[in-house]
């Protein structure tokens, strides 16, 4: 399934400016039983738990913050095959604050709990809009 970007998809996100604020658009969908390389029994949810315990200092390390976090009862325009667990927006101060966390040597080292966790997701980058308020 999308659990990590491809090459393409990591060469486009590194073309657009990287000196604006971010959000990314964050939706995840947890195996019922984490795949870890060394066979370790754990949940999805428990590998993700983990992933997020020591993801979130690094994360907030490079002024990142979540601005929205939910879990997704229902769609109700689109695919009713798409069903998430897992539902937030993480705000970035910029494009290269992301790079900077993803290439982290210490969150490379941790990403593997979230490889063990996650059976689909979807991260959407997104830029504001002036009038953002607004639907116009």
């Known amino acids: 399934m999308n659990i990590d970007p491809t090459r393409d998809q990591f060469k486009a996100f590194k073309d ?14 947890l195996r019922y039983k984490a795949e870890y390389e060394d ?12 992933y997020g315990e020591h993801s979130g ?3 907030q390390g490079v002024g990142g913050k979540i601005a929205w976090r939910g879990r997704p009862d229902l769609v109700f325009i689109g695919p009713e095959s798409e069903k998430w667990h897992i539902a937030f927006i993480a705000r970035y101060p ?6 900077s966390m993803v290439m982290n040597p210490d969150y ?4 593997y709990h979230r490889q063990a966790a996650v059976e689909d997701s979807r ?4 830029a504001d809009l002036p009038g953002a308020e607004g639907f116009s």
């Open 57 to 59: 200092p690094i994360f």
């Open 108 to 111: 490379q080292a941790i990403v």
């Open 39 to 50: 066979g370790r029994d754990a949940t999805g949810a428990e590998a993700y738990k983990e």
């Open 16 to 29: 657009l400016p990287r000196d604006q604020p971010i959000n990314m658009l964050n939706l995840i969908k």
């Open 94 to 99: 910029d494009a290269k604050a992301f790079l």
């Open 123 to 126: 991260l959407i980058r997104m």
